[in-house]
């Protein structure tokens, strides 16, 4: 089983862009897909985007779609978010999280979580 491990996370002001990485260690990350995931104060957890085991299918929230993106280096055992054009509402702590199978929009979906980091955009 692997364990996960985000970074990336700070303050940007409305407009700027931030890359998010999510890093991996245990065997196997190639056979994982990978989920990321937000959760802004006061709200329920929310599906951002997904990536298929080989990273040839994605999946995004309507909310982010057009602004981020998810990619993943299975030689580095990394899944990256790169988001731009960051608006306040994208506020919240980000997590990855990992399951066997395909990818899924679903929370209960995933069994590996990332431990969390803060994105802050300021108006």
């Known amino acids: 089983q692997v364990q996960l491990v985000e970074s990336g996370g700070g303050l940007v002001q409305a407009g700027g862009s931030l890359r998010l990485s999510c890093a991996a260690s245990?065997?196997?990350?190639?056979?994982?897909?990978l989920g990321w995931f937000r959760q802004a104060p006061g709200k329920e957890r929310e599906f951002v985007s997904a990536?298929?085991?080989?990273?040839?299918?994605?999946r995004y929230a309507d909310s982010v779609k057009g602004r981020f993106t998810v990619s993943r280096d299975n030689a580095k055992n990394t899944v990256y978010l790169q988001m731009n054009s960051l608006e306040p509402e994208d506020t919240a702590v980000y997590y990855c999280?990992?399951?066997?199978?395909?990818?899924?929009?679903?929370?209960?979906?995933?069994?590996?979580w990332g431990q969390g980091t803060q994105v802050t955009v300021s108006s």
């Open positions: 245990g065997r196997s990350f190639s056979s994982y897909a």
């Open positions: 999280a990992a399951r066997r199978g395909g990818t899924s929009t679903v929370q209960s979906d995933y069994s590996v």
């Open positions: 990536i298929q085991q080989n990273g040839g299918s994605t």
